[in-house]
């Protein structure tokens, strides 16, 4: 959520950054006439991962004529997100409304020095912000891709071997426990034509292929019960604290869900001190949540910029997995599904609807795409939070200029959306002056606080 309301001040420098989706189209096919041709059987895909990025990849893998085999480990996986995704979302993957907890159309900003923000004012009435558990959402999106023809296999992912020839299969090594007794499962292989990698910010995909590394925030996230006279309070709103106490570069959520709230941090720069601003961000929502009981705790690395490396040959990479993550939010969930979405519509594609074998020009026209609709969006929101996260007196400054009901209204137009409004150029200009005025104060703030400190 964070995303909107900090790529927003930047819509100036962002308005190509994202367009609105396109409604879906059927598939053109345009294989390479020189691509070898499939004889007595489709192209066969492994999907490693059955987050919302390998779930969209292997829905449309499946309806596009490919067979394909989901390598999921861990199918109850709880993992650790805020679980907010734009409006878009809904209708762009066809999401049922009972998979939504909460439609939150109040988000607070709390500044360091707690100054409250009341942001929303300017959504309508059909506008909100959906809450989901990632353990509802991945499900509901592997038993689709189930249902359209992909294999969904309960295993962990060991490793895969390159081709030995031209054109030759992948190796998949993975231990299978659908069925089999013990934990460590059966050691099994098979073999595919391509790999697409969706196994998370430590993806085992991403390492055989040589991706290289990135660095990673450290999520922490506790969920919490509690009354029902205080769920009320968290029935259409969530939370947001910034602050060196909750995290020196990340913020601090209070996500409400179907009947308990996620209350989390996160942080790259301090992750040995990640337990410490878990505990000051509950301490600073104390009051809201006082009483409640800890019913899960949940840790997991988020990457911070994309790899550098995201195709080689016939492996791609998609969601964490590639590093498609923003920063300033860690917003991630969207992103992740519609990376799924338009690898997957590549290999359709160039495969002909999975009666050619794919190369590595077909994959690269996935990332070209999702580079050209995203990659000014990560940009920005790398040098918003740069600017707007180095200091408390810069987070007051940012609170501040959340308040102004023109913020308000591109920042939701852009997050909902996904895309970037033009905006009235008048109240670019007084938006331009109020940010640099925040930020003028936000200085002194910072100078007369280091006097005190000295």
């Not at 990640?274 to 899960?296: C, H, N, V, W, Y």
């Not at 074998?357 to 990332?367: A, Q």
């Not at 920042?411 to 930020?439: E, H, M, Q, W």
Request: net charge positive; with cysteine; proline share 4%.
């Amino acid at each position: 959520m964070a995303s909107s309301l900090t790529s927003t001040t930047a819509t100036a420098t962002a308005a190509a950054a994202v367009a609105r989706p396109a409604a879906r189209r059927r598939l053109a096919v345009r294989a390479s006439a020189t691509s070898l041709r499939l004889a007595g059987r489709p192209l066969r895909v492994a999907v490693v991962g059955g987050g919302p990025a390998g779930g969209a990849a292997a829905e449309t893998l499946a309806k596009g004529g490919v067979e394909t085999i989901l390598i999921e480990r861990k199918l109850d996986n709880c993992k650790p997100c805020g679980g907010a995704i734009p409006l878009c979302m809904v209708d762009e993957f066809a999401l049922p409304l009972d998979l939504i907890d909460r439609r939150v159309t109040k988000m607070k900003m709390i500044s360091p020095s707690n100054v409250a923000v009341d942001i929303g004012r300017t959504l309508a009435p059909d506008e909100y912000i959906g809450m989901v558990r990632r353990e509802v959402l991945d499900a509901y999106l592997r038993s689709r891709a189930a249902s359209a023809g992909a294999e969904v296999l309960n295993g962990l992912f060991l490793k895969f071997d390159a081709p030995q020839e031209p054109n030759g299969p992948y190796r998949i090594h993975y231990n299978h426990y659908e069925g089999v007794k013990g934990e460590k499962g059966e050691k099994r292989t098979i073999e595919v034509d391509a790999v697409v990698g969706a196994d998370g910010a430590n993806s085992r995909v991403a390492k055989g292929m040589g991706a290289g590394d990135y660095e990673y925030a450290i999520a922490f996230q506790e969920r919490v019960r509690i009354s029902e006279e205080k769920m009320d309070y968290y029935r259409e709103r969530a939370e947001m604290y910034v602050g060196d106490d909750v995290s020196p570069d990340f913020y601090g959520w209070v996500f409400p869900k179907c009947d308990h709230v996620a209350v989390g941090t996160g942080t790259v720069t301090h992750k040995a001190d990640i337990k410490k601003f878990q505990a000051a961000t509950r301490l600073r929502a104390r009051d809201k949540i006082e009483g409640g009981k800890i019913i899960r705790v949940e840790a997991h690395p988020i990457p911070e910029h994309p790899r550098p490396k995201r195709v080689s040959d016939r492996v791609t990479l998609v969601g964490d997995a590639a590093g498609y993550v923003t920063k300033c939010s860690g917003e991630g969930i969207y992103f992740a599904a519609k990376s799924g979405r338009m690898c997957a519509e590549a290999i359709v594609e160039g495969s002909a609807n999975g009666t050619r074998l794919i190369d590595e020009s077909d994959l690269r026209k996935y990332l070209e795409k999702f580079d050209k609709m995203y990659w000014p969006t990560y940009k920005v929101l790398d040098v918003l939070q740069k600017v707007f996260y180095r200091s408390n007196a810069a987070r007051e400054a940012f609170v501040e200029m959340c308040a102004d009901e023109y913020v308000q209204k591109m920042t939701f137009d852009s997050y909902l959306y996904k895309r970037v409004v033009p905006g009235n150029p008048l109240d670019d200009i007084r938006l331009a002056i109020n940010t640099i005025g925040s930020l003028v104060r936000a200085s002194a703030l910072r100078r007369e606080m280091n006097k005190i400190t000295l």
